[in-house]
């Protein structure tokens, strides 16, 4: 179905150098079309599928402002193979999704994290209507990649979505959730500009302002407005994200990338948080250099691997690229299934993280094991040590 309305619906992004990576490696060749009517889902069930199997929903990144659910790396999993079902989605982004006005809290009782509420309105339908291909409603895991991962991160914090998901993963984002959750009332006054920079004096006629508009008004309001750069994040709203919030007591896998944004300081977070769940949780690094260029393991990078969609990539993938691909996404699918993600004597070991346990899964050129990233080991000891408290 359509994609959320965001900023490459309105330029060619071919002749956009800023973004031409991402979009040589996931969209190049890709048709889509956007609306505000956006809201579909992707499932991919076993051709003969079993009854009640696990389901993993994943969330797509993009920052809060672009992306969706069927971009090349998120076509056709592999893991109905592992008769697990796959569901991709797509939720409102940028304006359309998180802008955050007194009038709208006045009309309506909240305002502002409306893409949040678009996942948690997906994750409800599956729980609601997976039955009907296969699926458990009662084992269900949510997953997402950076946004993506932050937004699993606000789900699993939120009171309202208890009991509709039972196990969660995150990549390149754990740890960022309550950080991308921001003040209301500032955020209530960038938008406050926004409508007025649009011509606007009531919420009717700002409704009435048409989406290529809106978004360069926006865009250029990030620039332009003090606090501009994060008041397309989530925020505080009282209601979906709340102060003082536990996260849900299930298993989580988390983990990031080794040319990730910031990766001593990301994997530390991940680290630190899954360390300090109640129920075993496992943390992984990917450092695999992916052929094709000299970029290495950057971000978004594993998603092809977890994803087990490498033949949808222009890159000249490899055997061993395929093996670790098979390994990932079989420690994946075995989570879902269980929450542990270990296969009795087929996979190494994955120890679930916890204090004076600072291993975590090692993904990447060698053979998949339990050890430390590869950074300067005074800088690691200190960044584990101060992720485990101690």
Known sequence: GNCSY?????????????????????RKGETYDYSEDCLFLNIFAPEEAGQKLPVIVYIHGGGFTGGCGHEKHFDEPIWPAKGVIAVTLNYRLGPMGFLCLKELKEEAGFTGNYGLYDQMTAIRWVKDNIASFGGDPENITIMGQSAGAASVQ???????????FQKAVMSSGCGMGSMMSGNTEKAQAFWQ??????GCETLAEFREVSPEKLFAVWQAGKKEIKGGATATFPIKDGRFVIENAVPHNIPYMAGSTSEDIAPPVLQSMTRKWIAGQEKPSYTWYFNRRLPGDDNGAWHSSDLW???GTLNNCWRPMEEKDYALSEEMVSYLCRFAATGNPNISGELPTWIASGKGQNRVMMFGDK????????????????????????
């Open 193 to 198: 500009e926004i409508m007025t920079r649009c």
């Open 6 to 26: 965001q900023p490459r619906a309105f330029y060619n992004e071919e002749e956009n150098l800023k973004k031409i990576f991402y979009y040589n490696e996931f």
């Open 305 to 307: 691997y977890w994803f």
């Open 367 to 390: 053979d998949t094991w339990m050890g430390k990233p590869s950074m300067p080991k005074m800088i690691y000891t200190m960044l584990t040590n101060k992720a485990v408290g101690e």
């Open 154 to 164: 606000l789900q699993s914090y939120s009171p309202m979505t208890e009991g509709l």
